[in-house]
């Protein structure tokens, strides 16, 4: 059975830091790129970083760009975001994603909520 767990999302002040995990279980973790997507109320979901299957490329949305950091530890089958100087308009759902080839896996999603 394929499952994405989020966690680490809460309730923080601006300018503050969380550091989001994503546990991925029943798949070759170590095969998928991951990514992490975010939708605020009354947006589309956006993608907000990505990273290769090895972890050698990341990339980043210009808004996380030099705030979010994404990585993977592939022997623990978990891919992280750090997420510095939170802004308000951080606040949203955050969503891990595995992606190869027609493989598409979504979790449940963690809440952020960035308020003072």
């Known amino acids: 059975q394929v499952q994405l767990v989020e966690s680490g999302g809460g309730l923080v002040q601006p300018g503050g830091s969380l550091r989001l995990s994503c546990a991925a279980s029943?798949?070759?973790?170590?095969?998928?790129?991951m990514n992490w997507f975010r939708q605020a109320p009354g947006k589309e979901r956006e993608l907000v970083a990505a990273i290769s299957s090895a972890g050698s490329n990341t990339n980043y949305a210009d808004s996380m760009k030099g705030r979010f950091t994404i990585s993977r530890d592939n022997a623990k089958n978990t891919a992280y975001l750090q997420m510095n100087s939170l802004k308000p308009e951080d606040t949203a759902v955050y969503y891990c994603?595995?992606?190869?080839?027609?493989?598409?896996?979504w979790g449940q999603g963690t809440q952020v909520t960035v308020s003072s």
């Open positions: 994603n595995a992606r190869y080839y027609l493989y598409d896996y």
């Open positions: 029943g798949f070759t973790f170590s095969r998928f790129a």
